[in-house]
T-cell receptor, first 114, second 111 residues
Framework: SAVISQKPSRDICQRGTSLTIQCQVD?????MFWYRQQPGQSLTLIAT?????????ESGFVIDKFPISRPNLTFSTLTVSNMSPEDSSIYLC???????????FGPGTRLTVL | GQQLNQSPQSMFIQEGEDVSMNCTSS?????WLWYKQDPGEGPVLLIA?????ELTSNGRLTAQFGITRKDSFLNISASIPSDVGIYFC???????????FGQGTRLTINP
């Protein structure tokens, strides 16, 4: 299984600012994903990060709010733009690759917006 | 969108008891996955199921992929304190890479 790290692990931000979260996988993977987990809730997929092209966003999520980059097969970033307190959540990246496409998750980034 | 109904939402049990939780859906899934999430951590994969009817064990954990492809269960035998956490089922539709998650089952164990 892939080992995934995220930076930062947590942050407290002021409303109106932006935060970029980094996700690093220890091996080349086919797919990378970004999820949001609101307090006490389950995981909701934000988008699929596509290498070398624009991310594919799920309903309710837009590129202007959550721009995503994936410059290579091991790294991706998610930016949470113009933050408001409603953006306070855990943001998780995951990766999948190989024959089974099983997804493994990073440790998450806990974001608090004041 | 697709939804998975996971139950129960929470469980309070005594150490040593067996645990059972399940997920159902109106949609047919190609893959069922079970994850555990500890506080402050990301979900950790426990068991992956790829075939209808498949029964797979991982230590004290056993999970099954329902024959209709619309449900799955997870059993934990002889629970221990480190089993405490939130358990999520996740399904993957045929031809899709993304996962749909259940609402989670929060397990609390009284020593």
């Amino acid at each position: 299984s892939a080992v995934i790290s995220q930076k930062p692990s947590r942050d407290i931000c002021q409303r109106g600012t932006s935060l970029t979260i980094q996700c690093q996988v220890d091996s080349q993977v086919t797919m990378m994903f970004w999820y949001r987990q609101q307090p006490g809730q389950s995981l909701t997929l934000i988008a699929t990060a596509n290498q070398g092209s624009e991310a594919t966003y799920e309903s309710g999520f837009v590129i202007d709010k959550f721009p995503i980059s994936r410059p290579n097969l091991t790294f991706s970033t998610l930016t949470v733009s113009n933050m408001s307190p409603e953006d306070s959540s855990i943001y998780l990246c995951s990766s999948a690759g190989g024959s089974t496409d099983t997804q493994y998750f990073g440790p998450g980034t806990r974001l608090t917006v004041l | 969108g697709q939804q998975l109904n996971q139950s129960p939402q929470s469980m309070f049990i005594q150490e040593g008891e067996d645990v059972s939780m399940n997920c159902t859906s109106s949609s047919i899934f190609n893959t069922w996955l079970w994850y555990k999430q500890d506080p402050g951590e990301g979900p950790v994969l426990l068991i992956a199921l790829y075939k209808a009817g498949e029964l797979t064990s991982n230590g004290r954990l056993t999970a099954q992929f329902g024959i209709t492809r619309k449900d799955s269960f997870l059993n934990i035998s002889a629970s221990i304190p480190s089993d405490v956490g939130i358990y999520f089922c996740a399904g993957q539709l045929r031809g899709a890479q993304k996962l749909v998650f259940g609402q989670g089952t929060r397990l609390t164990i009284n020593p």
